[in-house]
């Protein structure tokens, strides 16, 4: 048992408040954080070393590293702003994203999933997702980073990525020692670094019945992990929040961009949209054309130098965008928007992999106390968290999304058939299932995917699925390797309208095929020798629905496009195989442009993807700073230009420039409402919660990761 300190007097308290201060090294939302290094667009300079296109996540990790040179200039321009909302950095944050900090994007109908849309999640705020996510920081197995490699990308296996792993991370010493030796957490620091910026522990809180999930899952086949973090994360394991020793939020904006703010070198311009980039005649990226966020199309634009580089940091619904805007992408589909070509890649906006979930449900009838709907039941007890929290930063409510996952290898979820599923997607013929405009180097690519996918599929050292668990009855049970690939696609009638997202959730039915040998295996873990003293009872599919056709109509209606893990849309691929950029994170076809952000995945990781996101970045930074450095480097030379006001009919500032005239229509979009509502489980925060309400209450689902009985 997780230790109850319902007894705990007023001494004890005042000690640890008195620790909790002596403990804090950093200050938080204080009048110098506030005072942000945040560049007036008046005092814009003509030209920068550096352009960083999106201050989210990735950006600002290298905005932070570029800038460590006094001698380079680095500016980032980022369509979001600030939050600094104190209850940000809470962990409650985990689990609600207030939508002024996410573009409004809703999925076209998804087929395979009964014709829903999805709501689509891409961060607009400084810090990008690591602001708003759920704080799971988990790496994937080196199964997927060397896949990779394996796709032609030489340095980006697990072994050339764990320097970066370790290099953005400190793990902390969990403030709990008996919540550590209670639930038998057990990691291991040398995969960690020492003094990386993120900081990771395990919150001083675990639900009881999470060790009885752990044992049940030993006795279907699922052993736990001694530490996950270095290149194990499959079976069942730990997995640490990005969290400080406050059990407070550990992410981009605080760790990289706040102690780097008061460098001279480094500028950020927020509630700026960059439009396109401009190249010379030669076609090397030199400039930037920037827009004020809420202007309309056509209003006036600025445009900002790059002496050595461009990098596209805008997340993967927006630099595949940015790049077709900027006539980098596929040709049928600029050649409709009248945009002129520079570089003919298909592979810009396609590619499109998400992690897309089933919501299963059980209840349990003798559950143990306490359990996470004791929140939501107990009164006294709730009241107790509460205490536990503002007096003393402990307790459930130290939670994030959770700390405990299941990632299983399809050999176990179904050992008899995954031979069959294997065979089935050998033989199908690729172009069957997706993307229409895919041409034969795409398909070509899709096919080493595939034969890398379906060594997975047959790996025991990989996890297929992921359960994420918390002592719960219920959760999510997410595709991690699915077959099919979505698009992200500029409008052609208006290039500044929020893209098409297209996830094509389920087109291909061996995705339908690996989400029923899932649930069947959920069932199989829940009838676990060890579960039985919860009484698990079956909610949702039923236990009636156990044909393959059943479960099939099951998943078309449970499924979901996104736990908002979306990437892979410039990816990093051999040019005649479909990819975006180079193995350096080059963009095929013009020079001094690059993207570092998870746009450049090839194939989506067994993992959330943040912590995964930072490594990448890292890398990325260490490769520009490298070309930099190099005398072959062609240099740059943006000598005519310098930083000029125009309006849509005069975006040409110099003649070698080839720039794309804006149109003239206003942008406004009205986010239809997703119809999408079969997230999460009810009443609580990540996977913690109870499956039904107690009557008058009713289950308000908000996110992959939150619902309420109210
Ligand atoms: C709601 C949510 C929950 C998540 N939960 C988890 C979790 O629990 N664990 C985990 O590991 N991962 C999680 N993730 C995933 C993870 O946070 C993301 O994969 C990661 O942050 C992506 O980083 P990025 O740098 O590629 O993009 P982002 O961080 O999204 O950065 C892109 C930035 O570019 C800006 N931008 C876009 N277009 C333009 C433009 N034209 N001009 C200027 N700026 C522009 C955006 O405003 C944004 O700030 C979650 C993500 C979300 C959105
Ligand atoms: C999304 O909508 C919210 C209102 O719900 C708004 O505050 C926010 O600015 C919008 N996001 C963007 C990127 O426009
Ligand atoms: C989805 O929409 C398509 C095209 O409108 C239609 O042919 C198909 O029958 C629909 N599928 C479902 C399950 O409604
Ligand atoms: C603790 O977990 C480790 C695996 O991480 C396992 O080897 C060990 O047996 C566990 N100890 C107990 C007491 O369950
Ligand atoms: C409610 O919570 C209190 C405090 O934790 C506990 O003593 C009590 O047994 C709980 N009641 C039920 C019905 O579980
Ligand atoms: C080019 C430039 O502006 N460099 C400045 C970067 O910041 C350092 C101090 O951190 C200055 O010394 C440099 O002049």
Not at 143 to 161: H, M
Not at 354 to 376: E, M
Not at 517 to 539: I, K, N
Not at 582 to 606: F, K, R
């Amino acid at each position: 048992m997780p230790r109850m300190n319902l007894l705990r007097g007023p001494l004890v308290v005042v000690l640890h408040l008195l620790a909790l201060s002596h403990a804090s090294p950093r200050t938080y939302l204080g009048k110098d954080e506030l005072l942000r290094r945040q560049i007036d667009p008046g005092s814009l300079k003509s030209a920068y070393d550096y352009i960083i296109v999106g201050g989210g996540q990735s950006g600002l990790v290298i905005a932070n590293r570029l800038s460590e040179d006094t001698t380079k200039t680095v500016l980032v321009v980022e369509y979001g702003t600030f939050d600094n909302n104190p209850s940000q950095v809470e962990p409650s944050s985990a689990t609600s994203y207030p939508p002024m900090d996410l573009f409004n994007v809703t999925s076209v109908p998804q087929p395979g999933i009964g014709n829903r849309t999805g709501t689509v999640y891409a961060a607009a705020v400084v810090g990008g997702g690591s602001t708003i996510n759920g704080m799971l920081f988990e790496r994937g197995s080196a199964e997927d980073y060397d896949n990779w490699e394996k796709l032609g990308n030489a340095g980006w296996g697990f072994s050339g990525l764990l320097p970066y792993f370790k290099k953005s991370t400190t793990f902390n010493t969990p403030i709990d020692p008996s919540v550590v030796a209670d639930a038998n957490i057990t990691w291991d620091t040398s995969v960690y670094g020492t003094d990386g910026p993120i900081q990771a522990t395990y919150p001083p809180w675990v639900w009881p019945g999470t060790k009885i999930q752990f044992k049940a899952f030993s006795e279907v086949g699922v052993p736990t992990q001694f530490e996950a973090a270095g290149g194990n994360s499959y079976n069942a394991f730990w997995v640490p929040s990005n969290v400080d020793a406050n059990g407070r939020r550990s992410y981009a904006r605080n760790e990289y961009f706040d102690p780097a703010q008061s460098r001279p070198n480094l500028s950020l311009l927020v509630n700026y949209r960059v439009n396109e980039v401009l190249f010379s005649s030669t076609k090397r990226a030199q400039s930037v054309t920037i827009q004020a966020r809420g202007t309309a199309n056509g209003a006036s634009t600025i445009t900002v130098n790059a002496n050595t580089e461009i990098v596209l940091c805008a997340g993967w619904l927006h630099t595949p965008h940015i790049l077709q805007r900027s006539g980098v992408g596929p040709k049928a589909l600029l050649t409709a928007a009248g945009i002129p070509i520079l570089s003919d890649l298909p592979g810009v906006g396609s590619n499109l992999q998400d992690h897309p979930a089933a919501f299963i449900q059980f209840t349990y009838k003798t559950d143990v106390f306490p359990n996470p709907s004791s929140l939501q039941t107990n009164a006294t007890f709730a009241a107790w968290a509460q205490q536990q929290w503002t007096q003393l930063r402990e307790g459930p409510l130290s939670l994030t999304t959770g700390n405990s996952l299941g990632t299983i290898p399809l050999t176990t979820m179904n050992p008899t058939g995954y031979q069959a599923i294997i065979s089935k997607a050998l033989a199908q013929t690729p172009a069957t299932y997706l993307p229409k405009a895919y041409t034969a180097e795409q398909l070509a690519g899709f096919v080493e995917q595939r034969n890398l996918l379906t060594a997975s599929y047959g790996s025991s050292t990989n996890g297929i699925f992921e359960i994420p668990f918390n002592g719960g009855a219920s959760t999510a049970l997410c595709l991690d390797k699915p077959m099919s690939r979505g698009t992200v696609t500029l409008k052609t009638t208006d290039r500044y309208a929020e893209p098409s997202v297209d996830y094509n959730t389920n087109v291909n039915p061996v995705d339908v095929d690996l989400t029923i040998s899932a649930a069947r295996f959920y069932r199989t873990w829940m009838a676990a020798p060890s579960m039985q003293q919860l009484g698990p009872t079956e909610l949702t599919p039923g236990t009636t629905l156990t044909t393959d056709a059943q479960l099939n109509t099951w998943v078309s209606g449970s499924m979901s496009s996104s736990t908002a893990h979306s990437c892979c849309t410039a990816a990093m691929m051999p040019q005649n195989l479909g990819g975006v950029v180079s193995p350096d994170l080059l963009v095929y076809g013009v020079t001094g442009l690059s993207v570092g952000d998870i746009s450049v995945i090839p194939l989506i990781p067994a993992t959330h993807t943040c912590a995964t996101v930072y490594a990448i970045a890292e890398k990325a930074a260490d490769l520009i700073k490298a070309r930099a450095a190099s005398p072959g480097n062609p240099g740059s030379t943006s000598s005519t230009t310098s930083i000029s006001s125009t309006t849509s009919s005069t975006t040409s500032t110099t003649s070698s420039t080839t720039s794309q005239p804006t149109t003239t229509k206003t942008t406004t979009t009205t986010a239809p409402v997703p119809t999408q509502t079969h997230w999460g489980q009810c009443g609580g925060i990540g996977w913690q919660g109870p499956t039904v309400c107690a009557a008058p209450f009713t289950c308000k689902v908000s996110n992959p990761y939150y619902s309420q009985c109210l």
